[in-house]
């Protein structure tokens, strides 16, 4: 079994370092928030003091972080893992960031003969917890191999996506459409509503009909129709608003760098924004039907 360094232990590397542990290995996690690394210890993970700590020795080394900063910081960064890591250790990016960041990093990497892959995820929390994420792979395609080997007990499906990059080219854009579907879903739900359908029976038709999205079957937003929905509990979260709104920003910066239109895509981030606005940001992403409803008004959640 390898020694893997983990880096970035919140909603998302906290559980997947679970179920590397459940496999055999050994994981080293290091994270700035002392509640995230306790948590992670709970099931088995040792804490490092340090990225160098973590990375010493590694067969593999995860990072799982917000943002391309943190990403830069971390890989780039005065005791980073480029500074610390040996040669030999695989380095292996799951965060979701921007093209730019992940570029840097895939450059820098490879002037100092690391082998390094951008994989972010989809799934959310609960495949993290599950182990059934679906891991978007870039990089040089030995390095993609390697990488898969460990990604297996966290994964229902592995898919290398091509040259460095790629692997966050296919997370945004997947992102893209995603919200756009919640924000769809969302109207058509309260609409059929409102026109005295049955929520239970319009779900029915529209799963098996051309409405049908993963967002409809799996976080539909009307409450006491899909189990795993968040709006049976109060929109507690699987997925922010706040990084919903991130996700797609991303997909938005790199539409605008490559001269492709998304106005349906402008216009979702929009409503996202209203919720971080009125207060909502840590809330479940599906809340967008709060706008959709009227029951986000001035601020306030007002049923």
Not at 178 to 198: C, H, P, Q
Not at 215 to 222: D, S
Not at 247 to 273: H, K, N, W, Y
Request: hydrophobic share 45%.
């Amino acid at each position: 079994m390898a020694v893997v360094a983990w880096i970035g232990l919140g909603h998302m590397g906290g559980p997947m370092t679970a179920n590397m542990i459940k496999a055999g290995h050994e994981v080293r996690g290091f994270d700035l928030d002392a509640a995230a690394l306790a948590a992670a210890v709970g099931h088995g993970v040792t804490p490092a003091p340090s990225i160098a700590d973590a990375v010493d020795g590694a067969d593999v080394a995860f990072t799982m972080l917000p943002k391309g900063d943190h990403v830069r910081t971390v890989y780039l960064g005065d005791g980073g893992i480029l500074s610390s890591a040996a040669k030999e250790t695989l380095l292996v990016d799951s965060s979701t960031i921007d093209i730019d960041s992940a570029r840097a990093v895939h450059d820098a990497a490879a002037d100092g003969a690391f082998r390094f892959v951008d994989a972010p995820v989809s799934g959310g929390m609960s495949g993290a917890q599950a182990g059934t994420l679906t891991f978007m792979i870039g990089g040089e395609s030995v390095a993609v191999a390697d990488a898969s080997k460990y990604i297996e007990p966290m994964a229902a499906n592995i898919i290398p996506t091509g040259a460095a990059t790629t692997g966050q080219a296919a997370k945004i854009c997947n992102n893209l459409m995603l919200f756009i579907n919640l924000a769809s879903t969302a109207e058509g739900a309260v609409l059929a509503d409102r026109l005295g359908l049955d929520k239970q029976v319009f779900w029915n038709i529209a799963s098996v009909s051309s409405g049908d999205s993963w967002a409809l079957r799996t976080w539909y937003p009307l409450a006491g129709v899909v189990p795993t929905a968040a709006s049976n509990k109060d929109f507690a979260p699987t997925f922010t608003a706040e990084l919903a709104n991130k996700d797609i920003s991303l997909a938005i910066s790199a539409a605008r760098s490559t001269g492709t239109p998304l106005e349906i895509g402008e216009r979702v981030q929009q409503l996202f924004q209203r919720l971080i606005d009125a207060d909502q940001g840590r809330k479940d992403c599906s809340m967008i039907v709060s706008l959709v409803d009227g029951s986000l008004t001035s601020g306030k959640v007002t049923k």
